[in-house]
């Protein structure tokens, strides 16, 4: 197994702008924005109002007289007594107001993140096979699991952390800039030269953080292949190899995001220094003034607090930056799956499939196709052939023949370089695809079995199926008596990929989830593989029952299974070399008579 290659290993041009991409997932929550956005600027409002009250705790509270210029002791503890009450409903509002911002964007940060989850899962499942031929699923679920994560906590905290923290700073600087004018307008011009490093500290930022999101992603990927393939990786004793590989990934991954937590801590550390520096220059500057008696003590109290307000502000709108800087390239990361484009998709005005339950004809007219990941290499060369309605075709042929791919451009998993597919004369194009798949029912090769009971992954095949008619199913699968025998029954969990049964038994749930489907075309590909020989004499018998009336291409290996087809179909390198019965290929002493003499005696 190779390693993995993200798709998304290009230069990392993200940047805050990227977070846009996030608009149409917030405008349906304007409302619940609004109300964040007016318990931030209040819970800031009480933050800035809370120096205005210290003043006047220290210039009124208690330095409190009387009018001969004495110390009126009672009018001092009264006065002391009602600033302190100030300060105590300043914080009761800060407190409320804080609460009452902190659930409304958390909901919001949650609710955006469901819907982006769901709207990036729902636009994977409609993607077509070539989609994954370039895209490993532990890429794919690495966005939907850490790249969400990260906008979750960009719009369910820093994002709004960052606003009010902004909000104060703006605040708290323009008070200082009004109660001091000549200082802080000095502090202010260096405040601005301070901005010029740090976007370049930015950037070195945002660019690590796509870098570390991307090598977390590789991790992914390389987890979800390994996992996926254990009984594999243990009979061939590769687990020393696949956590040499893994560790190897994750050292990468622990490599980049040190690179990206230095840049960011130096990022921190220059805009706190930086702006206390200055911050700190203003508020000697002001100790000097209350020396020489121009300003008042409270008025260098509230200035002090609101030079610390300013810094702490200044601080955290560092952490938030860094927060955004990583949340931009999830983003990105995020908009660009999205954007992903499936080649296959339904005509803008479908015409409505004519497939009956009788039975359809199927016309493949000189189809001509090359698989997207191997362009050089034809899957299916000047490919024709006519199905009649209720015709049982068997594809036979060695690997690589074709056989699968007439499949895949049946279900149009894929569409033909050039030739169409047409059913009831209708070009499987205009067709709705939804409509067109509807109409399939297929057992694969390779039994796929979901992580839920057995009932389910029979019903799987029509949601609307009562429990009877899953049973009954069953039972023309010849499933019926295994599942039974299972310890719950039809609810017994069969485990992931129905790890809890044989590969014949889940070949047979498969066969009878089709059944459930009753679709009126019918592909089988290789039904009966995994079947022992009695198993697979009372299928087939279920299989032939199930066909009667169906339009139905069988692939097939083991001839045997495919004797009784009105006709079979050799194919080779893409093209098809011979069709016939039976008996007929067998009497022209040609590719199919070599193949069944290889099988069984003639």
Same mark, same amino acid.
């Given at each position: 197994m190779s390693a993995p290659s993200s798709t998304a290993s290009a230069p990392a041009k993200a940047s805050p702008r990227a977070l846009s991409g996030l608009l149409p997932y917030l405008r349906p929550y304007r409302g619940r924005i609004g109300l964040a956005i007016l318990f931030l600027v209040l819970a800031a409002g &009480?933050? /800035?109002?809370?120096?205005?009250?210290?003043?006047?705790?220290?210039?009124?509270?208690l330095v409190a007289t009387g009018a001969d210029g004495s110390i009126d002791r009672g009018a001092q503890v009264l006065a002391l007594r009602n600033h302190f009450f100030e300060l105590f409903a300043?914080?009761?509002? /800060?407190?409320?107001?804080s609460a009452a911002r902190f659930y409304t964007v958390s909901w919001l940060g949650e609710r955006v993140t469901a819907d982006i989850r769901n709207a990036v899962y729902a636009h994977v499942l409609r993607q077509s096979p070539e989609f994954f031929e370039t895209t490993q699923t532990g890429e794919v679920l690495s966005r939907l699991t850490v790249d969400t994560t990260l906008v979750q906590t960009v719009v369910g905290s820093s994002l709004s952390m960052g606003l009010r923290n902004a909000v104060m700073g703006i605040g708290a600087l323009g008070v200082l800039v009004w109660t001091n004018p000549v200082v802080m307008t000095q502090v202010f011009g260096v405040l601005l030269l301070i901005v010029l490093p740090s976007v370049w500290f930015g950037r070195r930022v945002r660019k690590l953080s796509r870098a570390s999101q991307d090598r977390v992603a590789d991790s992914s990927a390389i987890a979800a292949e390994v996992l996926n393939a254990i009984p594999v990786v243990q009979s061939y004793t590769a687990e020393a190899r696949e956590s040499a590989r893994f560790d190897a990934s994750t050292a990468a991954a622990f490599q980049t995001a040190v690179g990206r937590s230095k840049a960011r801590s130096a990022l921190v550390a220059f805009i706190i220094i930086a702006t206390s520096g200055a911050l700190l220059w203003g508020l000697y500057q002001g100790t000097q003034a209350v020396?020489?008696?121009?300003?008042?003590?409270g008025h260098l109290g509230q200035t002090v607090v609101y030079v610390i307000i300013l810094a702490s502000a200044t601080a955290v709108l560092g952490e938030v930056y860094g927060d955004v800087l990583r949340a931009a390239g999830a983003s990105e990361r995020l908009m660009e799956l999205l954007a992903t484009e499936s080649p296959i998709k339904s005509a803008a005005n479908p015409t409505p499939a004519l497939i009956?339950?009788?039975?359809?004809?199927?016309?493949?007219?000189?189809?001509?196709?090359?698989?997207?990941?191997?362009?050089?290499?034809p899957a299916l060369g000047r490919f024709s052939l006519d199905v009649a309605p209720g015709e049982t075709v068997a594809l036979v042929g060695a690997s690589g023949a074709g056989k699968s791919t007439v499949f895949q451009l049946l279900l149009r998993f894929y569409d033909p370089q050039s030739g169409r597919i047409r059913i009831n004369g209708l070009d499987t194009r205009d067709m709705d695809l939804q409509d067109l798949r509807q109409h399939i029912g297929i057992v694969p090769q390779d039994a796929?079995?979901?992580?839920?009971?057995?009932?389910?992954n029979i019903r799987?095949?029509?949601?609307?199926?009562?429990?009877?008619?899953?049973?009954? &199913?069953?039972?023309?699968?010849?499933?019926?008596?295994?599942?039974?025998?299972?310890?719950?029954?039809?609810?017994?969990? /069969?485990g992931e990929r129905g790890v809890r049964l044989s590969g014949g038994q889940r070949q047979r749930v498969a066969i009878a989830r089709a059944m459930l489907k009753n679709a009126p075309l019918l592909l089988l590909d290789e039904a009966t593989s995994a079947l022992d020989a009695e198993s697979e004499r009372m299928v087939q018998a279920a299989l032939e029952s199930a066909m009667r009336g169906r339009t139905t291409l069988v692939i097939a290996h083991r001839l045997a299974t495919v004797q009784q087809a009105d006709r079979i179909v050799v194919l080779e390198h893409g093209h098809i070399v011979e069709q016939g019965t039976h008996a007929a290929l067998v009497a022209a002493d040609g590719v199919y008579a070599r193949l069944a003499a290889l099988q069984f005696t003639v």
């Open positions: &009480a933050t /800035l109002a809370f120096p205005l009250a210290l003043r006047a705790l220290i210039d009124q509270g300043v914080a009761a509002a /800060l407190g409320l107001f020396l020489q008696g121009t300003i008042t003590a009956t339950q009788a039975g359809s004809a199927i016309v493949f007219e000189d189809l001509n196709f090359n698989y997207p990941s191997r362009p050089l290499q796929v079995m979901f992580s839920t009971s057995a009932l389910e799987y095949g029509r949601p609307d199926a009562t429990d009877a008619e899953v049973v009954a &199913a069953a039972q023309s699968a010849f499933a019926h008596e295994f599942i039974t025998a299972l310890p719950e029954g039809y609810n017994t969990f /069969l």
